[in-house]
């Protein structure tokens, strides 16, 4: 993966910063504005090309993402919601699972 500059790296911590303070004050989810703000400067000319890999999404992107959705569940609604969500979680791992194997990558990285 290339190196990302200073500059670049700061200027994404800045947006960050401000998709939070605009999350908050549109009452949204942070990673709600998060995806908002992707979509939105996808469409912006000149962007910067951001290598990305499966692996920076897995280890770098997705963590925080479920860490903060673990902070604001409501546990109550989860409890309600856990029959349904392990009904197709379970299912949906082993068919994705299943499929990777299938298709020849058979637990390599990023073939």
Known sequence: MDELSIPTLGLILL????????SRRLRLPYSVGLVAAGIALSFVPGGAELPLSRDLIFTVFLPPLIFQAALEIEWRHFRIDLPVTALLA?????????DHESSGNGGCKDS
């Open 15 to 22: 947006t960050a910063s401000l998709v939070a303070i605009v």
């Open 90 to 98: 379970f299912p949906g791992v082993a068919i994705g699972n299943n």
